[in-house]
Protein backbone atom coordinates (compact mmCIF):
# COMPACT_ATOMS: atom_id res chain seq x y z
CA UNK A 1 0.00 0.00 0.00
CA UNK A 2 1.63 3.74 -0.69
CA UNK A 3 1.60 6.57 1.32
CA UNK A 4 -1.35 8.08 -0.74
CA UNK A 5 -3.24 4.78 0.01
CA UNK A 6 -2.33 4.38 3.65
CA UNK A 7 -3.58 8.51 4.23
CA UNK A 8 -6.56 8.29 2.57
CA UNK A 9 -7.68 4.88 4.50
CA UNK A 10 -6.54 6.95 7.58
CA UNK A 11 -9.06 9.75 6.58
CA UNK A 12 -12.02 7.37 5.85
CA UNK A 13 -11.35 5.53 9.39
CA UNK A 14 -11.26 9.12 11.12
CA UNK A 15 -14.56 9.79 9.39
CA UNK A 16 -15.93 6.64 10.81
CA UNK A 17 -15.03 6.62 13.97
CA UNK A 18 -16.34 9.92 14.34
CA UNK A 19 -18.59 12.21 11.94
CA UNK A 20 -20.14 9.76 9.53
CA UNK A 21 -22.58 7.93 11.23
CA UNK A 22 -25.93 6.14 10.38
CA UNK A 23 -28.87 6.37 12.64
CA UNK A 24 -30.99 3.43 13.75
CA UNK A 25 -32.48 2.45 10.12
CA UNK A 26 -29.27 2.83 8.76
CA UNK A 27 -29.54 5.88 7.16
CA UNK A 28 -26.23 7.87 6.85
CA UNK A 29 -26.07 11.17 8.21
CA UNK A 30 -24.93 12.42 4.79
CA UNK A 31 -28.09 11.17 3.17
CA UNK A 32 -31.75 13.65 2.55
CA UNK A 33 -33.73 11.74 4.23
CA UNK A 34 -36.39 13.08 1.95
CA UNK A 35 -34.95 11.72 -1.18
CA UNK A 36 -34.93 7.55 -1.91
CA UNK A 37 -32.27 8.25 -4.53
CA UNK A 38 -29.79 10.02 -1.54
CA UNK A 39 -30.82 7.65 0.83
CA UNK A 40 -29.57 4.40 -1.27
CA UNK A 41 -26.76 5.50 -2.60
CA UNK A 42 -24.88 6.82 0.62
CA UNK A 43 -26.14 3.97 2.01
CA UNK A 44 -24.59 1.76 -0.56
CA UNK A 45 -21.38 4.11 -0.37
CA UNK A 46 -20.99 3.66 3.24
CA UNK A 47 -20.66 0.35 2.95
CA UNK A 48 -17.84 0.56 0.74
CA UNK A 49 -15.72 2.81 3.42
CA UNK A 50 -16.30 0.47 6.55
CA UNK A 51 -18.80 0.14 9.31
CA UNK A 52 -20.24 3.30 10.88
CA UNK A 53 -21.35 4.06 14.16
CA UNK A 54 -24.66 4.03 14.91
CA UNK A 55 -25.61 7.35 16.61
CA UNK A 56 -28.13 10.24 17.03
CA UNK A 57 -27.80 12.47 13.25
CA UNK A 58 -26.15 15.77 14.89
CA UNK A 59 -26.53 19.45 14.42
CA UNK A 60 -24.96 20.44 11.38
CA UNK A 61 -22.87 23.01 12.90
CA UNK A 62 -21.52 19.90 14.83
CA UNK A 63 -20.94 18.20 12.02
CA UNK A 64 -19.30 20.73 9.29
CA UNK A 65 -16.85 21.48 12.45
CA UNK A 66 -15.98 17.81 12.86
CA UNK A 67 -15.59 17.38 9.37
CA UNK A 68 -13.14 20.24 9.33
CA UNK A 69 -11.08 18.81 11.58
CA UNK A 70 -10.91 15.73 10.00
CA UNK A 71 -10.18 17.33 6.42
CA UNK A 72 -7.26 19.43 8.11
CA UNK A 73 -5.57 16.18 9.71
CA UNK A 74 -5.91 14.20 6.23
CA UNK A 75 -3.96 17.44 4.67
CA UNK A 76 -1.40 17.95 7.58
CA UNK A 77 -0.28 14.51 6.44
CA UNK A 78 -0.70 14.07 2.71
CA UNK A 79 0.42 17.42 2.12
CA UNK A 80 3.28 17.24 4.33
CA UNK A 81 4.47 14.30 2.96
CA UNK A 82 5.03 15.96 -0.05
CA UNK A 83 7.30 18.39 1.26
CA UNK A 84 9.78 17.06 -1.00
CA UNK A 85 8.16 18.00 -4.07
CA UNK A 86 7.66 21.58 -2.73
CA UNK A 87 9.95 23.15 0.11
CA UNK A 88 9.53 25.50 2.25
CA UNK A 89 7.79 26.15 5.62
CA UNK A 90 4.02 25.73 5.63
CA UNK A 91 1.08 26.01 8.21
CA UNK A 92 -2.17 24.54 8.20
CA UNK A 93 -4.81 25.63 10.37
CA UNK A 94 -8.31 26.65 10.72
CA UNK A 95 -10.31 29.74 10.51
CA UNK A 96 -7.74 32.12 10.29
CA UNK A 97 -9.30 35.40 8.84
CA UNK A 98 -7.51 35.94 5.07
CA UNK A 99 -6.23 39.90 6.29
CA UNK A 100 -3.80 37.82 8.13
CA UNK A 101 -1.70 37.38 4.64
CA UNK A 102 -0.19 39.52 2.07
CA UNK A 103 -2.62 38.93 -0.81
CA UNK A 104 -5.24 40.20 1.57
CA UNK A 105 -3.73 42.56 4.29
CA UNK A 106 -4.93 46.07 2.70
CA UNK A 107 -8.79 44.50 4.03
CA UNK A 108 -7.81 45.39 7.36
CA UNK A 109 -7.70 49.21 6.24
CA UNK A 110 -10.93 48.47 4.20
CA UNK A 111 -12.57 47.25 7.07
CA UNK A 112 -11.17 50.48 9.60
CA UNK A 113 -12.62 52.77 6.64
CA UNK A 114 -15.85 50.80 7.07
CA UNK A 115 -16.71 50.41 10.74
CA UNK A 116 -15.36 54.23 10.76
CA UNK A 117 -18.43 55.76 8.43
CA UNK A 118 -21.99 53.69 8.70
CA UNK A 119 -22.51 54.86 4.91
CA UNK A 120 -19.41 53.28 3.66
CA UNK A 121 -20.23 49.87 5.70
CA UNK A 122 -23.88 50.00 4.41
CA UNK A 123 -22.23 50.27 0.74
CA UNK A 124 -19.62 47.55 0.70
CA UNK A 125 -20.91 45.17 3.21
CA UNK A 126 -18.79 42.61 4.96
CA UNK A 127 -18.67 39.48 2.65
CA UNK A 128 -14.99 40.22 1.60
CA UNK A 129 -13.29 39.39 4.99
CA UNK A 130 -14.15 35.70 5.51
CA UNK A 131 -12.11 33.08 7.66
CA UNK A 132 -11.92 29.77 5.73
CA UNK A 133 -12.23 26.65 6.93
CA UNK A 134 -8.91 25.07 6.84
CA UNK A 135 -6.18 27.03 5.26
CA UNK A 136 -2.31 26.34 3.93
CA UNK A 137 0.29 29.34 3.77
CA UNK A 138 3.78 29.58 3.67
CA UNK A 139 6.29 31.82 5.57
CA UNK A 140 8.14 34.29 4.46
CA UNK A 141 12.35 32.99 3.99
CA UNK A 142 15.01 34.69 5.37
CA UNK A 143 17.81 36.05 3.11
CA UNK A 144 19.89 33.52 4.76
CA UNK A 145 18.15 30.92 3.32
CA UNK A 146 17.53 32.55 0.20
CA UNK A 147 22.01 33.02 -0.05
CA UNK A 148 22.81 29.63 1.59
CA UNK A 149 24.33 27.91 -1.85
CA UNK A 150 25.26 31.41 -3.63
CA UNK A 151 24.85 35.33 -3.17
CA UNK A 152 21.71 35.47 -4.45
CA UNK A 153 19.74 38.31 -2.93
CA UNK A 154 21.10 41.72 -0.99
CA UNK A 155 19.97 45.08 -0.18
CA UNK A 156 18.33 47.41 -2.82
CA UNK A 157 16.96 44.61 -5.52
CA UNK A 158 13.43 42.82 -4.74
CA UNK A 159 13.03 44.52 -1.59
CA UNK A 160 8.75 44.61 -1.94
CA UNK A 161 8.45 40.68 -2.96
CA UNK A 162 6.60 38.74 -0.08
CA UNK A 163 8.63 35.54 -0.60
CA UNK A 164 11.66 37.69 1.65
CA UNK A 165 11.41 37.86 4.70
CA UNK A 166 13.35 41.16 4.32
CA UNK A 167 10.57 42.66 3.02
CA UNK A 168 8.44 42.36 6.09
CA UNK A 169 5.33 40.49 4.28
CA UNK A 170 3.05 38.69 5.98
CA UNK A 171 2.81 35.08 4.90
CA UNK A 172 1.56 34.36 1.91
CA UNK A 173 -1.89 32.25 1.53
CA UNK A 174 -1.53 29.32 -0.30
CA UNK A 175 -4.97 27.51 -0.13
CA UNK A 176 -8.39 28.42 0.66
CA UNK A 177 -9.35 24.84 1.73
CA UNK A 178 -13.70 25.06 2.41
CA UNK A 179 -15.53 22.20 4.17
CA UNK A 180 -18.76 21.26 3.41
CA UNK A 181 -20.21 18.27 4.83
CA UNK A 182 -23.36 18.33 2.54
CA UNK A 183 -24.82 20.59 -0.02
CA UNK A 184 -27.75 21.98 0.05
CA UNK A 185 -28.12 25.01 -2.44
CA UNK A 186 -27.46 27.34 0.02
CA UNK A 187 -24.06 26.27 1.19
CA UNK A 188 -23.41 25.92 -2.60
CA UNK A 189 -23.67 29.62 -3.11
CA UNK A 190 -21.89 30.59 0.29
CA UNK A 191 -18.90 28.22 -1.14
CA UNK A 192 -19.13 30.23 -4.68
CA UNK A 193 -19.11 33.56 -2.76
CA UNK A 194 -16.17 32.96 -0.26
CA UNK A 195 -14.25 31.95 -3.53
CA UNK A 196 -15.15 34.70 -5.58
CA UNK A 197 -14.05 37.29 -2.50
CA UNK A 198 -10.70 35.32 -2.79
CA UNK A 199 -10.44 35.81 -6.61
CA UNK A 200 -11.76 39.95 -6.39
CA UNK A 201 -10.14 41.03 -3.18
CA UNK A 202 -6.55 39.62 -3.78
CA UNK A 203 -3.18 42.06 -4.23
CA UNK A 204 -0.78 39.42 -5.82
CA UNK A 205 -1.05 35.70 -5.90
CA UNK A 206 -4.15 33.76 -6.13
CA UNK A 207 -4.42 30.79 -3.28
CA UNK A 208 -5.57 27.62 -4.52
CA UNK A 209 -9.72 27.36 -3.71
CA UNK A 210 -11.04 24.25 -3.20
CA UNK A 211 -14.02 22.41 -1.49
CA UNK A 212 -13.87 18.98 0.11
CA UNK A 213 -17.28 17.49 0.83
CA UNK A 214 -18.81 14.47 1.37
CA UNK A 215 -22.07 14.97 -0.35
CA UNK A 216 -23.46 11.77 -2.20
CA UNK A 217 -26.10 13.28 -5.02
CA UNK A 218 -23.89 14.40 -8.73
CA UNK A 219 -27.12 16.44 -8.55
CA UNK A 220 -26.17 18.70 -5.60
CA UNK A 221 -22.12 18.54 -6.40
CA UNK A 222 -22.94 19.67 -9.60
CA UNK A 223 -24.80 22.84 -8.13
CA UNK A 224 -21.35 23.49 -6.99
CA UNK A 225 -18.68 21.83 -9.40
CA UNK A 226 -19.87 23.09 -12.71
CA UNK A 227 -18.88 26.44 -13.97
CA UNK A 228 -14.98 28.16 -14.06
CA UNK A 229 -13.24 31.54 -12.59
CA UNK A 230 -14.77 30.89 -8.75
CA UNK A 231 -13.43 27.74 -7.59
CA UNK A 232 -10.11 25.16 -8.80
CA UNK A 233 -11.86 22.13 -7.76
CA UNK A 234 -14.35 19.91 -5.45
CA UNK A 235 -12.74 16.87 -3.98
CA UNK A 236 -15.53 14.30 -2.76
CA UNK A 237 -14.30 12.17 0.17
CA UNK A 238 -14.58 9.19 -1.98
CA UNK A 239 -14.86 9.24 -5.59
CA UNK A 240 -13.94 6.06 -7.00
CA UNK A 241 -15.97 4.29 -4.09
CA UNK A 242 -19.32 6.81 -5.21
CA UNK A 243 -18.65 6.16 -9.01
CA UNK A 244 -18.91 2.01 -8.52
CA UNK A 245 -22.09 3.14 -5.82
CA UNK A 246 -23.98 4.44 -9.04
CA UNK A 247 -22.45 2.06 -11.76
CA UNK A 248 -23.97 -1.02 -8.64
CA UNK A 249 -27.40 0.94 -8.44
CA UNK A 250 -27.69 1.25 -12.25
CA UNK A 251 -28.64 4.82 -11.72
CA UNK A 252 -27.28 6.19 -15.36
CA UNK A 253 -28.54 9.49 -14.59
CA UNK A 254 -26.18 10.00 -12.04
CA UNK A 255 -23.66 8.60 -13.15
CA UNK A 256 -23.45 10.24 -16.46
CA UNK A 257 -23.83 13.38 -14.24
CA UNK A 258 -20.87 12.40 -12.59
CA UNK A 259 -19.10 11.19 -15.24
CA UNK A 260 -19.22 14.75 -16.96
CA UNK A 261 -18.08 16.73 -13.95
CA UNK A 262 -14.76 14.44 -13.71
CA UNK A 263 -14.43 14.54 -17.21
CA UNK A 264 -14.40 18.11 -16.92
CA UNK A 265 -11.80 18.20 -14.52
CA UNK A 266 -14.49 19.57 -12.07
CA UNK A 267 -15.20 16.96 -9.55
CA UNK A 268 -11.69 14.84 -8.33
CA UNK A 269 -10.97 12.61 -5.22
CA UNK A 270 -9.62 13.40 -1.62
CA UNK A 271 -6.35 11.74 -2.52
CA UNK A 272 -5.78 14.19 -5.71
CA UNK A 273 -6.19 17.30 -3.44
CA UNK A 274 -2.82 17.25 -1.86
CA UNK A 275 -0.79 16.73 -5.44
CA UNK A 276 -2.62 19.44 -6.59
CA UNK A 277 -1.83 21.75 -3.60
CA UNK A 278 1.54 21.25 -4.80
CA UNK A 279 1.16 22.94 -8.27
Given at each position: ?94 GRTISAFDQ ?176
Amino acid sequence: MSLADEHRKEFHTALLAGVLTVDDSGVPNIADKGSKASKAIAQKLIEKLGRARVSVKAAGQTSGADFETVCSDYVKRAFGALSHLRPGDFVIEKGRTISAFDQYQHLNEIEKIAKASREISTAIGSDYLISPDVLIWKKPVSDAQINASADTVGHGVASHTPFREASGANPTLHASISCKWTLRSDRAQNARSEGLNLVRNRKGKLPHVVIITAEPTPNRIASLALGTGDIDCVYHIALPELQETLAELENETASEMLAMMVEGRRVRDIADLPFDLII
